[in-house]
């Protein structure tokens, strides 16, 4: 499996990382397949996994840390912090009393001494920025972190970090994480380009679009999260239709490729020249297999023209996809009305 650098960390990273979300009640509660999940993954020469304190509320770290006893040197460990651990308003965000005890939690769940990319789950507009870098910084000054990095940050967020880094003499934010796909492409427009402009690196993720773009015959039937996104899958709405052939064409040119569907959408991401590593985040042993079995998968530039001609550059399909909302000053009305 290819490697890339970590956006200036000098950490060599494999281009596939695996996402531990699905391991856990979130997911698979087999913790025995979930190891073993993780093991052919690291065989398989992933050597970058990343998961969170809040998947399945601290049990996907715990299975990874399982998973890598005898095998911790192997792997460029990641986790994020800062969506709620609980219904105490303290214990979430940016603030450096929940960083200081969220760390320890995390580093004991995951029983190792050090992180290797601590991420902050998505920013705090209720903290200022040299607050959490200043914490941050203390996390690396000290051993437990190795760099940090953020998740699901507007372009102008990771601007306010980066110079508030330089201003305050911190350690800046090193890596993005965001969601890419076919279908969402609308980090092309800005967000891809301010990493590259700081020298970020980008770990992506839903590259399959909730399964939009497994090669399921149905996207839309069956899908285990229709309880709680089923705006995503209700064919009645106009950005679902609009997904829906758009699949319908991508199926057409994957098939006409001589590619699983799967593998052109990996393929795709793998591509852009400021994406790191795309995560892909398997449920089963079997989605594990066969998303491996893609590593290679290598797209010309009349395949990606063409994806262009169905998904043009900087377009997200549907809208509704984003379940966190990127501009909260417009939809949120009490923060524009006295």
């Known amino acids: 499996m290819k490697r890339r650098i970590l956006g200036g960390t000098g950490m060599s990273v494999s281009e596939y990382a695996l996402g531990a979300m699905m391991f856990g009640a979130m997911g698979n509660t087999d913790h025995d397949e979930s190891i073993r999940m993780i093991h052919t993954a690291l065989d398989a020469g992933v050597n970058l996994i990343d998961t969170a304190d809040v998947y399945s509320a601290g049990e996907s770290e715990v299975i990874v840390g399982k998973a890598l006893k005898g095998r911790r040197d192997e792997v460029v460990l990641a986790t994020k912090f800062g969506l709620p651990m609980g ?55 000290a051993g437990k972190v190795r760099a940090v990095g953020g998740s699901f940050f507007a372009p102008e967020e990771t601007v306010e970090a980066q110079w508030t880094a330089e201003r305050r003499g911190h350690h800046r934010l ?117 998303l491996l079995a893609g590593a290679d998968v290598e797209l010309d530039g009349d395949i990606l023209d063409r994806i262009d001609a169905i998904v043009p550059p900087g377009v997200d399909v549907n809208p509704d996809d984003f379940y966190i909302d990127p501009t909260p000053p417009i939809t949120d009305k009490h923060l524009r009305r006295r």
């Open 87 to 141: 219904e105490d308003a303290n214990h979430r965000g940016g603030s450096a009393r929940w960083i200081r005890r969220a760390i320890e939690d995390s580093l004991r769940r995951l029983d190792t001494d050090h992180i290797d990319l601590y991420q902050m789950h998505r920013p705090d507009p209720g903290t200022d920025v040299d607050e959490t870098l200043a914490a941050l910084s203390d996390l690396v000054r």
């Open 174 to 290: 090193r890596t993005e994480q965001s969601p890419y796909s076919i279908l969402t492409r609308g980090v092309e427009s800005r967000v891809l380009p301010t990493a590259q402009r700081y020298g970020m690196g980008v770990l992506t993720f839903g590259p399959l679009n909730s399964g939009w773009l497994s090669g399921r015959t149905d996207p839309t039937a069956g899908h285990r999260n229709a309880g709680l996104g089923a705006k995503m899958f209700d064919l009645s709405r106009p950005g679902v239709r609009a997904k829906a052939e758009a699949v319908q064409k991508l199926g057409a040119l994957a098939a006409e490729a001589g590619l699983p569907l799967a593998h052109l959408a990996v393929a795709f991401v793998r591509a852009h020249p400021a994406v790191t590593a795309v995560l892909i985040g398997p449920r089963r042993p079997e989605q594990l297999d066969d």
